[in-house]
């Protein structure tokens, strides 16, 4: 008998299928809805839905990953957020593109429902309107160890922010 394989050992099977449940977006719908009552009489105009959002995020690959944020405002439908970025780039960086909130200040980024109070604080909304700081670009994002937490952001976007730049649908810039 000439060298046959050795069999008696266990056999090991491996699947190189891709797991389809990495494949699906996670999908969250929030309302922010508010509710007041006044003493004495009858309560009228008392119920304000004021933002129902849907939420989409998805990794598009290892690398990769997409947020997509779609909000019912006043009657209207509209993109709240939608972008794709990339990490695991050369220099430890993140790269942005799309539409999103900037990142300025602690609480421009977070949406209207996710506020620690009821609205945006009156500074943010005086020179940034209502929605904050929100446009269409680029960002980069890189932090950096050592001792306590350092970052980086660099952004490029076209911002529709009325209050601040007053539409003009010019570069805006922000080093973070």
Known sequence: MRGRADTSGQTKFIGRERNQAQLNPEISVTGDVRASAER???????????????????????????????????????????????????????????????????????????????????ALRAYLGDDGLVGTGISLYRAFGGLGTHELTAQVTRSSTDALFGGSGRPTYLLH
């Not at 939420?55 to 990953?65: E, H, M, V």
């Open 40 to 122: 004495p009489g009858v309560q009228r105009d008392n119920f304000d839905p004021r933002e129902f959002e849907v939420g989409f995020q998805s990794a598009l690959d290892p690398y990769s990953s997409t947020k997509i944020f779609v909000s019912l405002e006043n009657g209207e439908v509209s993109v709240e957020e939608g972008y794709a970025y990339w990490t695991g780039l050369p220099g430890h960086i993140r790269f942005d593109i799309g539409k999103f909130r900037q990142q300025f200040g602690e609480l421009n980024r977070w949406h209207l429902h996710a506020l620690p109070e009821t609205e945006y604080p009156s």
